[in-house]
């Protein structure tokens, strides 16, 4: 009997591929809403339009309910820290980067007083323009 000469075979196999980019988009799909998290507040509901700005990470302040304010910032994000703490940190950042967008995670029982504050403490610390971040109304 004669053996018969096999041809190498010049095609990719690409199932080992394709799984690895399936298990990949598993574990962005999970992380990405964990990258811009702030302390947990209950925000307002309002029909607003998304900011556009992408380029920069924002940075968050957050007011809970009891009126202790936190940074997005640092290792201790879920520590509570005083205004001129959080102002100082922003105006650091902001020397740095101007265009950083600064952003307020306001808890909707928190009172008007203490939002409007925080607004001009972070305008006086060189922030162009201050953020109110919402959430969309439901909608069924």
Same mark, same amino acid.
């Given at each position: ?17 394709? =799984?690895?980019?399936?298990?990949? *988009?598993?574990?962005?799909?999970? $992380?990405?809403? @964990?990258?811009?998290?702030?302390? +947990? &507040? /209950? ?44 102002? =100082?940190?922003?105006?650091?950042? *902001?020397?740095?980067?101007?265009? $950083?967008?600064? @952003?307020?995670?306001?808890?909707? +029982? &928190? /009172? ?29």
């Amino acid at each position: 009997m004669a053996t018969k000469k096999r041809k190498p075979m010049a095609e990719i196999n690409v199932v080992p591929y394709i =799984d690895v980019m399936l298990v990949l *988009l598993v574990i962005f799909m999970v $992380t990405a809403p @964990l990258l811009m998290q702030g302390v +947990k &507040v /209950e925000l307002p509901q309002a029909n607003s339009v998304p900011l556009d700005n992408k380029e920069d990470e924002p940075v968050i302040v957050s007011i809970k309910s009891d009126g202790s304010f936190y940074l997005n910032l640092g290792k201790e994000q879920e520590t509570a820290k005083p205004l001129e703490q959080i102002t =100082d940190t922003v105006a650091k950042v *902001l020397r740095q980067k101007p265009n $950083t967008p600064v @952003l307020v995670w306001g808890d909707t +029982k &928190v /009172e008007y007083g203490l939002v409007v504050n925080l607004m001009s403490e972070l305008q006086k610390a060189g922030a162009p323009s201050v953020g109110l971040v919402t959430d969309p109304p439901n909608q069924l």
